[in-house]
């Protein structure tokens, strides 16, 4: 084929400004095209690799001496469509006139930031690195911590324009087979333009993907994500995402953090009730004092209320509007400080917290209470990061009830809420687990957190294989916290009910 | 057997929910009949339930048949769908007084003024969800609900113990006839349905040696509770017992601590009107179980209600709310007529009906020791709703 007609080929497909061809010859006179996408490749590495070896190729140099001079793995015959596809993914196609074979050569570099810690899980004790937007980075992640033959990472491809790599990540001998099949099967069953981030796999993946509850665990880490497929769970990396998603989901697993594990137990277990009730304040405060001020002044104590109540007197909004304008500010705050460049931020935070708060209490807008209730919960629900979106909507939904119904549409709620958790689930695995189904096995690392020793057997509710994770060999100790061979083989069992 | 939930469910279901309705009214009633002697008649009452429980969860180490597949095996379909029907009727009876009692508990302990009563309606929306969804869903939920129920009493009984004169109770029968214990008894019964539930769980978990053994301790314990409660509620209140409606909220009223920290206490009692709220939903939840086995529909379908369920539910609870609406003043006058006239319902379903499981030998499949087990044996176990 000759080099003209190979140009135009490739290049009638991609027509683009930043598709670079580059014609060179070699001293003998043969003629050699390379093409790829400007900044996707590594360039110094492709003229020391490829332009300056083939410099001396001879002028009756084939497919096979070529084949030769470039000798690395990163370089692979293709046919014309593949080219075109290999270079939108970053590697160089090399072109070589009178010859009918496309090389591509894997000099891959797009652009992007290094190995960093990721600013939603920061860990006091324990490994900092994170995930970064290069699937094959993260990837490379997950090896460096998981050596065994068994981890499998399957890629699929999604997207109609993006094309995003999708790597779906394993432990072959722990984990439900039956899920990676699902997941890819899930995953290639929808057809969409552009996969922007993981949360839209997480919704491909989701049995419920309009449910206000999540069914795919988010994480940062590289050390979490092991740990979860080390437990039986199946990983998703998104090529462009710094977020990775595992299934089986369970509620649970918001409330803990990967210093739990780095922890002492006890420490661990109180700081996981700690984010229990975080969490359940954060959400039912602005709902329960605006109840309790319109419906049932005796949850208040007496002198608390005496003080709210001079707080309160002469404000012009009732309590459940004056509650609502707050959460509204301050949603509108938190959304501003997000998005607005971050010197504008720091403005906005002087002014959110002095001019709107101050001045709001003294011109007698709202009250000092509502204030501190409405920043305690804001608070208390940034305890789990993971949880946010959830929670804050939730926060709003008992607002409203219990601005029109009182403490009891508080309660029916509650009630309507857990009727509706405790037969939800995600891939088999109920998401209350294991509260609800009642996993005695589980509850050892559910809100509380017993040590590694007694962690010997694998989570009972994602009813993976290989139960024992953990086994004392003979002569490790005198610890008698230690698990026994006989106790590690002991099969935990799972929601008896499924 | 559908297989809908576990023993631990059954024991969790028998305990709390069972446990959960008695807190209510009964006390003040039965101080009423019996003053200090009320846990008497509490306790007739349980013996015999007791008994009744025992039979039906004995009768299921016999076989995996629910109880409507062995009046199917025995007096043939239309039997089983004439006793689904009736039993549907039953347990939406059941619920009745129940609801009666809550929209008084609610308005009075969740408002400082009385409100109208339609802050009590939204509960029909949850009740129309939870009647739809089943028996699984009981269970799962029924996992929480207990653990929630038992720390909270706890924690209500640690409050209150301090204020208790257990001299009010002695000596026992000293003021109170027989007459008036059987009296106080017999008006009490419409709160025991727990025989009939019991006889609805039958055949829908998978029975392991011991599990009759289990569920009745369990149901026993609960018994032994509601006991604990009704004594330590006469010891607080002594002669106002009468009076003392819904003594559950007012029983750690005189903690001393509460006059700082506030009605912490309420947060144990809310969290006792979730587990409230549940039980009185599980009377529905068994009334939509038998109208969809009546009709011979799946109740649920993978893990969303059916939509035979769903109007099963919707026409249960408008039912409900119309008798709420029509005697939304008149709750004497309603519970007048259960303690009365209609207690002769509740003694046929839930204390006569349990114990005669065990004459339907011949449903059991090969007699009292032919436990039936296998897949023909699962076929022909399975209740009229498939």
Known sequence: MQL??????????????????????????????????????????????VVKPLAKAGKEAGAAEVRAILASPEVKEVDIPSAIKEISYGSAVLLTDGCDELFSIGLTKPPGRAVAEPPTQIAVKGPREGFTEDIKINCALVRKRLKSPDLRLDTVRTGKRSDTAVTICYLADVCNNEIPKKLAAQIAANEIDVVADSSYVGR??????????????????????????????????????????????????????????????????????????????????????????????????????LNISSSVSGLPLSPSIEMFLTLFVLEVLNEASIRMPKYVGLAISIVGALVLGETAVNAGI????????????????????????????????????????????????????????????????????????????????????????????????????????????AGGGDNKGGNDDKQAAKEPRGGEDD | MTDQLCTRQVCFIMAAYTAAGKL???????????????????????????????????????????????????????????????????????????????????????????????????????????????????????????????????????MSVGEANVGWLLPVLRTTSASSVFSGARFSLYNFTDGAMMLMLMGRFRYKKGDSLKITLSYALSALVVLLFLVLFYSIFSVLSPDQYFAISKMAIFFSALSIVGRVDLIAVYAVEICMLFALAFYIQLSVTCVCGAL???????????????????????????????????????????????????????????????????????????????????????????
């Open chain 2, 24 to 158: 209510l009214m009964m006390p003040a009633e039965l101080s009423y009949y019996c003053g200090g002697d009320l846990w008497l008649p509490a306790l007739i009452v349980y013996v015999l339930q007791v008994a009744a429980v025992w039979a039906v969860a004995f009768a299921c180490s016999k076989t995996d048949k629910t109880f409507f597949a062995l009046i199917e095996g025995v007096l043939g379909k239309a039997a089983s769908k004439v006793l689904c029907w009736l039993f549907a009727l039953f347990f939406a009876l059941a619920a009745v007084l129940p609801m009666f009692s809550q929209k008084l508990f609610v308005q009075a302990i969740f408002y400082d003024t009385i409100p109208a009563l339609i802050t009590f309606l939204p509960f029909f929306v949850f009740s129309v969800y939870a009647g739809a969804k089943g028996l699984k869903n009981a269970g799962r939920v029924a996992d929480i609900a207990l653990p929630l129920m038992g720390i909270s009493l706890i924690v209500l009984f640690a």
């Open chain 2, 296 to 386: 011979g529909k799946e109740q649920s379908k993978g893990r969303s209600a059916s939509p035979a369920s769903a109007v099963a539910s919707v026409a249960i609870n408008a039912v409900l709310l119309a008798v709420l609406i029509a005697f939304n003043n008149s709750y004497l006058v309603v519970q007048e007529a259960f303690g009365r006239f209609l207690w002769i319902v509740f003694v046929l379903f839930a204390f006569v009906l349990p114990p005669l499981v065990w004459a339907l030998k011949r449903g059991m499949g090969g007699g009292a020791n032919g436990k039936v087990s296998g897949g023909t044996g699962k076929k022909a176990g399975r209740p009229p709703s498939g």
């Open chain 1, 204 to 305: 491909f993946v989701s049995s419920r993907p309009r449910s206000l509850f999540k069914r795919c665990a988010t994480c940062e880490k590289p050390d979490i994500f092991c740990a979860k497929l080390a437990e039986g769970r199946v990983g998703i990396l998104v090529d462009g995402s710094p977020i990775a998603l595992t299934v089986p989901y369970m509620l649970v697993e918001d409330f803990q953090s990967s210093e739990d594990y780095f922890i002492s137990s006890y420490r661990a277990t109180i700081l996981r009730f700690l984010r229990a009730v975080a969490v359940v304040v954060g959400i039912l405060l602005p709902a329960v004092y605006v109840a309790a001020q319109l419906f049932k002044l005796q949850l208040i104590p007496f002198k608390l209320l």
């Open chain 1, 366 to 473: 709202i009250s000092t209470p509502a204030i501190i209730i409405v920043a305690f919960s804001a608070i208390c629900l940034y305890v789990v990061p993971d949880l946010v979106e959830t929670t804050a909507t939730l926060r709003w939904i008992f607002l409203i009830i219990a601005g029109s119904i009182g403490t009891f549409g508080i309660i029916l709620f509650i009630c309507l809420l857990m009727c509706y958790l405790v037969t939800e689930q995600a891939y088999g695995v109920p998401i209350l687990a294991p509260f609800s189904p009642l996993i005695p096995h589980d509850m050892s690392d559910g809100l509380l957190k017993r040590d590694m020793f007694s962690l010997s057997t694998r989570p009972a509710a994602l009813k993976g294989k290989n139960k024992v994770r953990f086994r004392r060999k």
């Open chain 1, 4 to 49: 003209n007609k190979g140009i135009e080929a490739i290049k009638d497909v991609l027509v683009s400004a930043d598709v670079i061809t580059y014609e060179f010859s070699s001293a003998a006179g043969k003629k050699f095209a390379l093409i790829y996408v400007d900044g996707l490749v590594e360039k110094a590495q492709l003229g020391e690799l």
